[in-house]
């Protein structure tokens, strides 16, 4: 009988090819050169009668056939990978679990809270590689071939699976010499009057609102023209320690800088306000047990923590 599938090292080239970037890159990784790996994706090419991937001198992109081959290939993959997990764990095998896992987090997640979570990935599953990408922009999971991702605010409506971690209270800060100097600081319009650190929203290129309590009334507002910090959200609270004016931010981003006297908490009247933090990937998506595990550790740490103050669910953020 004919081997139905004797071209999936031709699949695998090409998903390595897309996943380094370039013929050049993937040929490193895989031991090999780019010239046999072009004739690889020719071959793919030929058998689907369709071009998969656009090819010039200096870039490549994939084409609307091709992304769509990825995407269906890599499942498929991941499945097979899946399947192999799960007969290593119930033969026993379950502290030896290797793999590979992407995960995308934002900035605030990825210096503050993620890496006690990843000490305890490494320490249960000391085989498994973890690629991490920090960045306050929303990767595209299947496109970017992501496993997971933790996601900042309110989650738009979509068939990603959402696991809750927690709801980070929003507070404002600045340091003592800016305190000492800036006047009235006991009211809403005494805040309309200082000189404020904005984040810009990568998706927007917009300043995103502040949440606070207003006179018991939520209130999302944007803070006058000041300093503004694109990219890395962690920005506005170095900048705010440095007494260039007053930030808000989740109150687990400042805690050291708080601890540490190098920032105090301003205007308490007009926090109180939340901000979610979701765990998100694609239910469709075969999942290997690598990823479920990361998963586990995940949700499982989240749980420990603390929720928000009786009577104060999260807010909507901006």
Known sequence: MARR????ADVEALLCVVEHGSLTNA???LATTPSVLSRAIARLEARLGTQLLRRTTRSQ????AGRLYVDETRRAFGLVEQAERTIACCAGQEESLVGRVRLSVPTSYGHHRLPPLLAAFARRHPHVQVELNITNRNVDLAAEGYD?????????DSSMVARPLEAGAMILVAAPDYVRT??????FGDLQRQRCIGFVRPSTGRVIPWLLRVDGRDVDWVP??????????????TLAAQGLGIAICADFMAAADIAAGRLVQVLPALCGRMRAFSLVYAPHRGLSLAARALIDVLVEHASERPGPAAGRPPASPA
């Open 5 to 8: 599938f004797d071209h999936l």
């Open 27 to 29: 040929a490193v990784v």
């Open 61 to 64: 992109s994939l084409t609307d």
């Open 148 to 156: 997971m991702a933790i996601r900042s605010g309110p989650l738009p």
């Open 182 to 187: 800036a006047g009235p600081l006991a009211t």
């Open 224 to 237: 006058p023209p000041g300093i503004t910090v694109s990219d890395d959200v962690v920005g506005v609270v």
